[in-house]
T-cell receptor, first 115, second 115 residues
Framework: AQKITQTQPGMFVQEKEAVTLDCTYDTSDPSYGLFWYKQPSSGEMIFLIYQGSYDQQNATEGRYSLNFQKARKSANLVISASQLGDSAMYFCAMREPNQGGKLIFGQGTELSVKP | GAGVSQSPSNKVTEKGKDVELRCDPISGHTALYWYRQSLGQGLEFLIYFQGNSAPDKSGLPSDRFSAERTGGSVSTLTIQRTQQEDSAVYLC?????????????FGDGTRLSIL
C-alpha cells in the first residue's frame, strides 16, 4: 500500500502567488515525522521543512509552511510569494520510528513558476 | 563544513560489470542511508547504517546489491553483474541520530548508466 501519496504530478503557479502542494500519508503509528524536500533540475535534494506528529502548531520556515491536518492524514506544503527559483520537484516523505531512520517518499510534484 | 560527498558523479558501464559507488557523509553524522531514484520517480530506500548496529538491508532489491560502511564513516555501495534496470541515480544521505526532527542531508548522487 502506498504510504505517501502526492496526487499532483505537475503544478503551475504565477510568480508572487501562493501555491499548495498536496501530500497524504498512511500510518498506524501515533509517532511519526513528515518532511518536505525540494529537488531542482540540478538534482540535489534540499530539506525544506519538518512536522512532527505531536507538534501542536503547523511548521513554518520562511516562505514555506505546512498545513498539517492530522485527522485527515494530510501534510500539504504551502509556498507563499512564489519565485522563479521555486521551480523544481517537491517530495513529501515520512519517517516512522519503528522503521529506523529511513524515509518513505512520495512520487513528487513538479512545480513550474511562470513569470 | 563539507556536505555529503559522493563519487563518481557519473558512471557508465557495460551490462554484467560490477560497480562501486562511494559516499562520504557529513562529519559527526552517525546515520547513513542509500536511496535509488529512477527516472521521474521518487526515492526508493535501499540500506541504512546507524552507528555500530547491524544495517537495515530491507530495501536492497536483490543479492547483487551490497553495501558496507567502514569505521563508521565512508560507505561503499556495490552492484555486481549490473543489469540495465539498475540504471538510476543513487543518492546517499546522512543525519545525526535518526529521531525527531533531524533531517537527512543528501549528496548530489551518482548517475549510473548501464549499456
Amino acid at each position: 500500500a502506498q504510504k505517501i501519496t502526492q496526487t499532483q504530478p505537475g503544478m503551475f503557479v504565477q510568480e508572487k502567488e501562493a501555491v499548495t502542494l498536496d501530500c497524504t500519508y498512511d500510518t498506524s503509528d501515533p509517532s511519526y515525522g513528515l518532511f518536505w524536500y525540494k529537488q531542482p533540475s540540478s538534482g540535489e535534494m534540499i530539506f525544506l521543512i519538518y512536522q512532527g506528529s505531536y507538534d501542536q502548531q503547523n511548521a513554518t520556515e520562511g516562505r514555506y509552511s505546512l498545513n498539517f491536518q492530522k485527522a485527515r492524514k494530510s501534510a500539504n506544503l504551502v509556498i507563499s510569494a512564489s519565485q522563479l527559483g521555486d521551480s523544481a520537484m517537491y517530495f513529501c516523505a515520512m519517517r516512522e520510528p519503528n522503521q529506523g531512520g529511513k524515509l518513505i517518499f512520495g512520487q513528487g510534484t513538479e512545480l513550474s513558476v511562470k513569470p | 563544513g563539507a556536505g555529503v560527498s559522493q563519487s563518481p558523479s557519473n558512471k557508465v558501464t557495460e551490462k554484467g560489470k560490477d560497480v562501486e559507488l562511494r559516499c562520504d557523509p557529513i562529519s559527526g553524522h552517525t546515520a547513513l542511508y542509500w536511496y535509488r531514484q529512477s527516472l521521474g520517480q521518487g526515492l526508493e530506500f535501499l540500506i541504512y547504517f546507524q552507528g555500530n548496529s547491524a544495517p537495515d538491508k530491507s530495501g536492497l532489491p536483490s543479492d547483487r546489491f551490497s553495501a558496507e560502511r567502514t569505521g563508521g564513516s565512508v560507505s561503499t555501495l556495490t552492484i555486481q553483474r549490473t543489469q540495465q534496470e539498475d540504471s538510476a541515480v543513487y543518492l546517499c544521505a546522512s543525519s545525526q541520530a535518526p529521531r525527531g526532527n533531524q533531517p537527512q542531508h543528501f549528496g548530489d548522487g551518482t548517475r549510473l548508466s548501464i549499456l
